[in-house]
């Protein structure tokens, strides 16, 4: 046939496209990564120390997580009360599957529920989760078709759910999902915050801490695939964890950040644990493998571990099983560093912050983000308490503070910095206020299912 003699040509053009658009990306992303402004932050911005008592926080933790596991493990699954979590979101990545999980996993304590999931997302499925984090549950963990089927949505209101009498509800889960009950980030089990007062500063993150970390149990072969990795990199503690997120990241949801900008944060917490001329080590966790090399070259002086495989599956290959275990493995590997820098506009980076709260044996806990603040979305309403009474100066655009104020920080402006922006639970006034003059507040909230019993 005639096209015959064309086809030596038509297999080089089809070469030439394909190695030709590889070789485009390639140059795409060098120009995303090397190329892009690079702004001047301030050198102090968004570093929080977060204070325990570790001896009762890690008592009162190991309590959580009995309690968290009795309520996932009933003895008779087809009798208990389930709330069956539909996973959707088609674009989301780990830590924001992670974090998705999460917020049904709030809802299912709060209800008294057995959390089921089932997972309707072209980017994850139940078997690919579970290859690496343990089941949710060991006696209930198989979702019943029919009651998929047939089970009403779940519905509440504040800290009722309005579909109580239904054994079995479902929820789907995606990212334009709002909380409709108090059983969401940023509250705390009214039975816990008596157990944690006084005893750390942030006790509504570290209950946000203990949920995901029930999530992100690891199997016991990525144990072993974590301490081998231990043993390659020579990682050992005290150790700063540094996440440094690009590629994709930085085209559409965050802005770029020098190395630099990151490692003067670095260099500030190793500061905390330098002991004589000892190298300091730093885990680095990247989707950029050029990072890893720049760091060698500019901080010679500092042991710098990374997974080299990792940053180049997360870039190459982010679909794949691979790239799904590099993930859990750099996960793991910074929350188990004492200090972490990083960007809390991505989830990975917060989720790192939830697991080291629950991780950490120190009495103190730095975390340093360059750009947001930390959130979680499908939170509830961020408030704080005023600790030091505060009266407004010549500035026309403050509100006045008393002491054992609560304040609704405006989500418009959600960075609180120096100056926080939010309005006044008591005189409903809106507008600024020192943020050196008030703290966290964790709102209380009756979770159903979190039985605090004396006998666990």
Not at 129 to 141: M, V
Not at 226 to 234: A, D, F, T, V
Not at 300 to 323: C, D, F, G, V
Not at 384 to 406: C, F, M, R, W, Y
Request: glycine share 6%; net charge positive.
């Amino acid at each position: 046939m005639r096209w015959k003699k064309y086809f030596p040509s038509i297999f080089v053009v089809i070469i030439f496209v394909f190695f030709g658009s590889q070789f485009a990306l390639i140059v795409y992303n060098a120009k995303m990564f090397h190329e892009t402004p690079q702004r001047v932050v301030p050198k102090n911005y968004q570093c929080t120390t977060v204070r325990q008592n570790p001896e009762t926080t890690v008592k009162v933790g190991k309590k959580v997580e009995k309690i968290i596991y009795k309520l996932q493990n009933p003895k008779q699954c087809k009798s208990a009360r389930k709330l069956i979590c539909i996973l959707l979101a088609g674009g989301c990545g780990h830590g924001c599957l992670i974090h998705h999980i999460g917020i049904c996993l709030f809802l299912a304590i709060g209800t008294n529920r057995t959390l089921q999931l089932h997972f309707d997302t072209p980017t994850y499925t139940k078997d690919q989760f579970e290859s690496a984090y343990l089941p949710l549950s060991e006696t209930c963990n198989e979702v019943d078709e029919h009651e998929l089927a047939t089970s009403p949505s779940m519905q509440g209101n504040g800290s009722h759910e309005t579909t109580e009498h239904h054994k079995v509800v479902k929820l789907e889960i995606e990212d334009a999902f709002i909380p409709f009950t108090n059983f969401a980030p940023l509250t705390i089990p009214t039975q816990l915050k008596s157990a944690l007062d006084g005893a750390h500063d942030r006790p509504h993150h570290w209950w946000i801490g203990h949920v995901l970390a029930y999530v992100t149990r690891v199997q016991p072969s990525v144990k072993v695939d974590l301490k081998q990795l231990k043993r390659k990199l020579g990682f050992s503690n005290p150790a700063v964890g540094l996440h440094i997120r690009r590629s994709d990241k930085i085209i559409n949801e965050a802005e770029f950040y020098s190395l630099e900008d990151y490692m003067y944060h670095v260099t500030n917490l190793l500061g905390l644990h330098r002991a004589g001329n000892s190298r300091m080590n730093v885990f680095l966790a990247t989707d950029d493998p050029s990072v890893y090399k720049e760091a060698l070259r500019k901080y010679p002086t500092y042991n710098i571990m990374t997974i080299h495989e990792n940053s180049l599956s997360a870039l190459w290959k982010r679909e794949k099983q691979e790239s799904f275990f590099g993930i859990v493995h750099d996960l793991q590997l910074l929350s188990e560093c004492d200090q972490f820098v990083g960007t809390f506009s991505s989830n990975v980076g917060r989720l790192v912050y939830s697991l080291m709260l629950v991780k950490s044996r120190k009495e103190s806990l730095t975390v340093c983000s360059l750009d947001d603040d930390y959130m979680y979305y499908k939170r509830i309403r961020r408030y704080q308490e005023v600790l030091t009474e505060h009266k407004p100066t010549n500035a026309s655009d403050e509100i006045e503070l008393q002491v054992g104020d609560i304040v609704h920080i405006n989500p418009s402006y959600y960075k609180c910095d120096q100056r926080c922006f939010g309005t006044n639970a008591r005189n409903r006034k809106t507008g600024f206020y020192p943020a050196k003059k008030v703290k966290e507040y964790a709102q209380p909230v009756m979770y159903r299912g979190f039985g605090w019993d004396n006998d666990l």
